[in-house]
């Protein structure tokens, strides 16, 4: 904070928020907070409602908790004067308008408020020991979530009754919750990247996206598969190939130091090469952390540099409006610059055939 | 709109979104969004990435679906030009800083960028008979997963598995899913609001809370119970008896025209004189519909007007750190100025002791 000249640093953001403090309160979206953190050179402040400064002081031992009496710009009205404060940052990706403007009311005239983009974010990004050993621990349940799917996909099981025995299975497995809810999209179904499981039927013999995760002390893991139960016609074996090299592709090339640009590209070049378009439909990874979606981005215009610790998907995925869609997706870590696979659940065209 | 001066309303709050446009698509939270809506006088915009177009295109049918390639201001950038709008709105509650800033450098010079609080947020606060049908039935489901946990409440069940067995329920039963994570807070932990379930075994004659709502159709319920395995001790007995009147006032006396500050009043009189201090310690209670936490609220502070189709909670607490604590919640509407209790679990003293 001193480098950048901040004398106090305002954390709205959720995980940002556990990361630094370990408090786990959850918020309640769109508008209610379980809290922020003021953080100075010399105090760091929690402050939180009355439904949680209890959690709050067991969970954040080194956080003095402050308790919001109404809204969070009263209780900075109360306690920011005398602090001396005259550079407050705050996160500018997360802060909503409503915020700053009563924040800003409430600051001494000659307080300055700075918008600050990803400072924690690329924090986090890099992961400590304990943080991979949780990541790797949520990826072992959303692997042993794909065992016990493949003994229960049948003809006639609905989307939903599907994506729910995946919750079911992680939760009663040890996983915290779901990162996400789970994605099943069958047939046509499977054309839309981020289909919601409906009541549609699943059959044999079409493509059928499986997107799941585990969460272990907060961090999240990501798998997709794409399976057909019975046989796989040659529009699916072709698209699947492809889909397969993409992905096995940036896998394996990947390393510390490129940009996410470049690893988008790994990947991307093998669809252009088979005929599949310039672009890939969405992005080929992110990372996962605290949340299901953080640094580093791989997308076609990312310019952050890959490093070691971080861990990030990569799923690449080819959609046919009408027929449906492919998607293969592993977690990888960086480690001596190297990639790392995490995920262990089988991919090759032959294992999707269940 | 018109009304307002604006020429066009940027939403961006996902259940604004889902209420303007019927699409459904879900948002990661905390910073991708599955999509804005952008309306004017003679266009309604869907704008989404390519992973949600096409279920874009088949739920908003009355909406022109564009196609974010990159990040919302890039699409902007290119829309905006020609459309001749010289004041957008945006939610003030829920665009960032970052947004904000991003939208602004790509509008033309002379057009204005207004904050609005809470327009739509109104707007879904009065519910339309189909929307009060889903919430109905979302209370429904609410209420038969109280009477199937009275049936597993045992000692030595843990927290965790109690609220697990109340999310099974709800999701085999009916519901999309749960409105929010159910909390169990059993003996001491009861007196945290907002504990979150942990590995607690819970035991007879200790206060238990028992938080938890479904989903139908989007639409949120919400009900609390505070439950004593075997029999209650004289201390609960007294405090259940003095909660339950304060909820039970609160639910016949509120009335259309009363402002929120006053519905509170109702029960907070009634924790006063039984010398339970002269402060709620959270609020009466919140709206529900598309968010778990809506407009209104019936705080110390608020100024809100209840109205005829608002659907709320009247929830009154009271916690005591290392005992525990007590809190009963129904769901409530009014027609024809009067109140109408959706919630029909019972709440009475005898049943609470299972």
Redesign the interface.
Known sequence: MSNLGLDAMLIS???SRRYLSGF???D?????S?GYLLITASKALLLT????V??AEKEAAEYQVVRID?RLPDTLAQILPGMGLSRIA?E???????L??EVKAVVEPNTLLV?T?DLVDTMRAVKEPGELEALRDAVALADAAFAHLLGIAKPGVTERELA?EI??FL??DGSE?VA??PIVASGPNA??????PGDRPIQAGEPIILDWGARVKGYCSDITRTVVIGEADEQFKRLYSVVLEAQTRAEQRIRAGMTGAKAYSLAQKVMAAAGLGEEL??SLGHGVGL????KPYL???SEEVLEDGMVFSIEPGVYL?GWGGIRIEDLVTLRGGKPIVLTRSPKQLEAMEV
């Open positions: 953001q959720p995980e786990t309160g959850q309640t979206p769109p508008l209610d379980a409602d009355g439904r949680t209890e959690q109404t705050f500018g990706n997360h802060l909503t308008i409503r700053y403007e918008p983009y729910w919750e079911a939760r009663t919750g996400f809810n054309s839309m990247p981020h289909h919601v439909a969405h949340a299901i979606h953080e997308r076609k215009t409006p």
